[in-house]
Every structure is written in structure tokens, then in C-alpha cells.
């Protein structure tokens, strides 16, 4: 099976814009999650779709959103973009057959964002 | 709160020793744990993962895991190591609160660097 897939690859904006980036997850999987990943800050949740339903939301201002489409593609949206949204966004994978249990998430290569 | 330390940022081991990459959990009840590794600009690969059963699990790479209730810990281990091991190595714990979730609580990372 392929596995997650992450575009773009390489992000560079300005201040005040905003972004969108996508995921595909691994095929049959039907949760996704979303992570940052800062030198400062480690890596964080953002949040987590399941069934196109956020199931869960990590400590971030309401600029960062997200959705999940039918075909559990996935999207995340920063809006008013700060210098301080300069990351890694890991998107993951995952079944999550039996809620929650110990199902394996698996991550794609990321989107680097440079906020400018 | 759910937390995961790994108290050690960088580990240099000589190719050919056993290496360990530490890592301690604080959750409430049974812990789900898992190690994944980065390398430079990549995102993050599946190592191993503890659920329940045998307190020593085995992954991919040659890699296993000691999981240690009394001690609260699942450190990593390799009998060998390999230059190709140098990368970043985070621990991460599956978030236990808030019902069905796939969302970690990760490390802090551990940067392995394997000298020739």
C-alpha cells in the first residue's frame, strides 16, 4: 500500500496569509491526525478526523482548522499566518478499528512552512 | 497529566555496542507506548509498540523495547548499532483521556549519533 502522503512538500509565506495543506492517508485508514513539529515546541497535536468528524483538538488558536472528506482525504487551514506557524506539519494515519485501542498511526514526510 | 520524558537529548554510541535510548511515562492506567524515529527532513517511521503481553517487544530494524511497569519506563534498545541508526528517536504515549483517540503525547526526542 502507499503511504501518507503530504502536499505540498515545501511552503513559503508571508506574514497575514493564510494556508492550506492536504493529506492523503494510507488507503482503508479512516482516521487522520495532524502534529506540529517545532524546534521549541517538540511535537504537538493539533487535531484528530475520524469519519469526517473531529474527534479530538489540541491546544491551538481557532486560525488553525481543519476538515476530512468522505474519502478520508484530509485537509488543515492557518488563517492570518504569524511568524511563530513556521513548522513541520506531520500529518498520520491510522484504522482506528476498535476506538482507541493500540492501532498504529502512521506519518507522512510532512509540509515544511515558512511564515516569512 | 499525561506526560512521556526522555531525559537524555543527544546518546553517541560507537558502532557495534548495544545502544538504549531512555524513555519514562506518566499516565493513568494501562499505558499504550510507542518509539518512532525521524531522519533529517523526513517524517516520522514506526519503530515498535507496547500494548500489552510480553514485557519486551520487538520492531523493525533490529530495534526492541523494554517495557518496565514498576519503573514506568520503555526504553529502546539495539544490541548492535549501525552509523545508519543516527537519527532522532521520539517515545510517545497514546493520550488515554477524553475517550477514543488516536492522539500522542510525544517526547521531547533523543538524537542518536553512531560513530564509525
Known amino acids: 500500500k502507499a503511504g501518507v502522503t503530504q502536499t505540498p512538500r515545501y511552503l513559503i509565506k508571508t506574514r497575514g496569509q493564510q494556508v492550506t495543506l492536504s493529506c492523503s492517508p494510507i488507503?482503508?485508514?479512516?482516521?487522520v491526525s495532524w502534529y506540529q513539529q517545532t524546534p521549541g515546541q517538540g511535537l504537538q497535536f493539533l487535531f484528530e478526523y475520524f469519519s469526517e468528524t473531529q474527534r479530538n483538538k489540541g491546544n491551538f488558536p481557532g486560525r488553525f482548522s481543519g476538515r476530512q472528506f468522505s474519502n478520508s482525504r484530509s485537509e488543515m487551514n492557518v488563517s492570518t499566518l504569524e511568524l511563530g506557524d513556521s513548522a513541520l506539519y506531520l500529518c498520520?494515519?491510522?484504522?482506528?478499528?476498535?476506538?482507541?485501542?493500540?492501532?498504529?498511526?502512521?506519518f507522512g514526510p510532512g509540509t515544511r512552512l515558512l511564515v516569512l | 497529566a499525561q506526560s512521556v520524558a526522555q531525559p537524555e537529548d543527544q546518546v553517541n554510541v560507537a558502532e557495534g555496542n548495544p545502544l538504549t535510548v531512555k524513555c519514562t511515562y506518566s499516565v493513568s492506567g494501562n499505558p499504550y507506548l510507542f518509539w518512532y524515529v525521524q531522519y533529517p527532513n523526513r517524517g516520522l517511521q514506526f519503530l515498535l509498540k507496547?500494548?500489552?503481553?510480553?514485557?519486551l517487544v520487538k520492531g523493525s530494524y533490529g530495534f526492541e523495547a523494554e517495557f518496565n511497569k514498576s519503573q514506568t519506563s520503555f526504553h529502546l534498545k539495539k544490541p548492535s548499532a549501525l552509523v545508519s541508526d543516527s537519527a532522532l528517536y521520539f517515545c510517545?504515549?497514546?493520550?488515554?483521556?477524553?475517550?477514543?483517540?488516536?492522539?500522542?503525547?510525544f517526547g521531547t526526542g533523543t538524537l542518536l549519533a553512531v560513530q564509525p
Open positions: 498520520a494515519s491510522s484504522e482506528l478499528v476498535s476506538g482507541g485501542a493500540g492501532e498504529t498511526q502512521y
Open positions: 507496547y500494548i500489552t503481553g510480553d514485557n
Open positions: 510517545a504515549v497514546r493520550d488515554r483521556v477524553g475517550g477514543a483517540t488516536n492522539k500522542l503525547i
Open positions: 488507503s482503508g485508514h479512516r482516521s
